[in-house]
């Protein structure tokens, strides 16, 4: 039978419970457990896929399509196994079963309530999970921070977890914040013991607390915590801030962590693996050279936005033995001042996905630079589309290319709305969402980073390339060398006489993981470390513009007119 770990949060939201929960995650793991995990979130959204980015940050997707929050992320990345819609639990979903099943008349007639109907479709939930996972433990994060109102049925699901399956094989684990009074020069502890108080007021007594922190935590500030709030003194883990969210589990073992969870759950754990940290040890160790990458996006004020993207580049520098310099670069402010101001210092370009038309010229002019400086460029999703959307107007000189997205009236709709989904109406996860299956060419930069011919990868979008302009795209130089072969959709571009210009449909960073980068960003990251220069060297002017250009490309480019010929 699985057991049972759950965390929450006290104090205020942002503690990284999240990064907690993977590390635990990963511990176990590490220890020779079979992990899953996943997260309950009070928002009455069905799932994260209409949630704002600026807002809550990445929507991430899992292999089998579901659109969740961005935590997963951070879950896959530490145990480096792949979750599906099952770790991922919203309120709404919760209540949406609720009514579906009074509907159908399946409560026989009884009045519907929070207990037990509510709590009893929380605990089906976890209990579906360890059925289907076959996990030794099942470690649950609670979204937000007790006293919330909206989160009130999961504390008392978790609380009931105890009385159905015994202390033996449940653990529950709390995280709080010390703030720092600049005053007297100390943290206070008062507010995470509030929050335990808090957390006991729902019958749930913590196991073992985390104390978050800005600044270094005392011994004097561990004891007051566990004689005051009645927790073991090994129970009571400060955790600083770090700078490489990769080295926590390596942070909570310096404390014993596997050892108190193992005593607490009654578990007999191998010697850990070394493996994570011979990564923290690669990460930590002094590198000879930097690589500037510039990530082109339109979300900059929610920087979480783009994590998954961020740490896939981190764990490809990582690999190439190089340190990542990561500019920030608003689309917008390169429609204003032009491309050359923000990008002549990168050796790499990057634009990941996004929705809707601001700041969209901006990205495509980002597009532009990197194709006629030969600046390394690795679009992801929108970033594909807007490679093709560049390349169609500029190479073939015709001026109305776009999408369909941010142009409904363009007369060569190069990126267009498939069929199947301009007949769909509502929003959410009604996109081309999990994983598909790509054909990749022999003679492809894609396929000497992946080093095979089918791969899989997972998507989340609803414009396609138009396939009715494929052959005078390719004619003029753009290569399709991934296409998915059951509806012959492009699945990834590259360019002909440039060092790496590469565009995927789908979304690689998904896929990366610490230890094992993503085939095209590692590839992507090997090329750009290539064009590194000392002393930030301009990368305009080292390459000449003519060799963006095919004889080809030229000779056609004076048979286009505004409209091109498919």
Not at 345 to 357: A, E, L, S, T
Request: proline share 4%; glycine share 8%.
């Amino acid at each position: 039978m699985a057991k049972f770990i759950f965390i929450t949060g006290g104090v205020l939201s942002g503690l990284g419970k999240g990064i907690i929960a993977a590390s635990v995650g990963n511990i176990l793991k590490g220890s020779g457990l079979n992990i899953s995990i996943m997260k309950f979130d009070q928002y009455l959204n069905i799932d994260a896929g209409t949630l704002n980015p600026t807002e809550h940050g990445e929507v991430f997707v899992t292999a089998d399509g579901a659109e969740t929050d961005l935590d997963l992320g951070h879950y896959e990345r530490f145990i480096d196994c792949n979750l599906s819609h099952e770790s991922s639990v919203m309120s709404g979903q919760i209540f949406q079963t609720i009514l579906e099943n009074e509907r159908r008349g399946e409560y026989l007639g009884k009045t519907i309530q929070m207990i037990p109907h509510v709590t009893d479709e929380v605990k089906k939930r976890i209990a579906r999970l360890a059925k289907k996972s076959e996990a030794d433990i099942i470690i649950v994060e609670i979204g937000g921070t007790i006293g919330d109102y909206e989160g009130a049925h999961f504390l008392e699901g978790i609380r009931q977890m105890r009385r159905d399956f015994g202390a033996d094989n449940t653990l529950y684990l709390h995280a709080g914040f010390l703030p720092y009074l600049e005053t007297t020069c100390e943290l206070k502890t008062k507010p995470l013991q509030n929050s335990i108080r808090d957390l006991a007021s729902y019958g749930i007594q913590p196991d073992i607390v985390f104390c978050r922190a800005d600044y270094p935590i005392s011994k004097k500030e561990l004891d007051k915590i566990s004689l005051f709030c009645g927790i073991d003194k090994d129970g009571v883990i400060p955790l600083q801030t770090s700078d490489q969210v990769y080295e926590v589990p390596s942070l909570l073992e310096k404390y014993n962590l596997s050892r108190v969870i193992a005593r607490k759950l009654n578990l007999h754990l191998r010697k850990s693996s070394s493996e994570w940290q011979k990564l923290v040890a690669r990460i930590k160790k002094p590198k000879k050279q930097k690589v500037k990458i510039a990530l082109v996006g339109k979300y900059m004020a929610m920087r979480d936005t783009y994590i998954s993207v961020i740490e896939a580049l981190k764990s490809a520098c990582w690999w190439n033995d190089v340190d990542l310099n990561l500019g920030w670069i608003d689309s917008e402010k390169i429609e204003k001042d032009g491309a050359e101001k923000y990008l002549k210092q990168y050796d790499g370009i990057v634009i990941p996905g996004g929705f809707g038309n601001r700041g969209i010229e901006g990205k495509i002019a980002a597009a532009k630079f990197a194709r006629e400086n030969k600046v390394p460029y690795l679009g992801l999703c929108l970033g594909m589309q807007i490679a093709t959307i560049e390349f169609a107007r500029y190479v073939l000189t015709t001026s109305d290319c776009n999408s369909e997205e941010f142009n409904p009236k363009t007369k060569n709709p190069v990126i267009h709305l498939m069929s199947e989904q301009s007949r769909i109406k509502d929003k959410g996860g009604t996109m081309r969402l999990g994983v598909y299956k790509c054909k990749l060419s022999p003679k492809s930069i894609s396929y000497q980073a992946y080093g095979q011919r089918i791969i899989f990868e997972r998507h989340r979008h609803r414009f396609e390339f138009n396939n009715k302009y494929r052959k005078i795209l390719e004619k003029a130089g753009l290569r399709i060398v991934g296409v998915n072969p059951e509806k012959n959709l492009v699945e990834i571009i590259e360019l002909k006489n440039h060092p790496f210009l590469v565009g995927s449909q789908f979304h690689p960073e998904f896929k990366s993981r610490p230890n094992r980068p993503h085939p095209l960003f590692r590839q992507f990251i090997k090329i750009a470390k290539k064009f590194n220069k000392p002393n930030n060297e301009p990368n305009r002017g080292r390459f000449s513009r003519k060799h963006g250009f095919s004889k080809n490309n030229i000779e056609m480019k004076s048979k286009l007119g505004t409209v091109l010929k498919i």
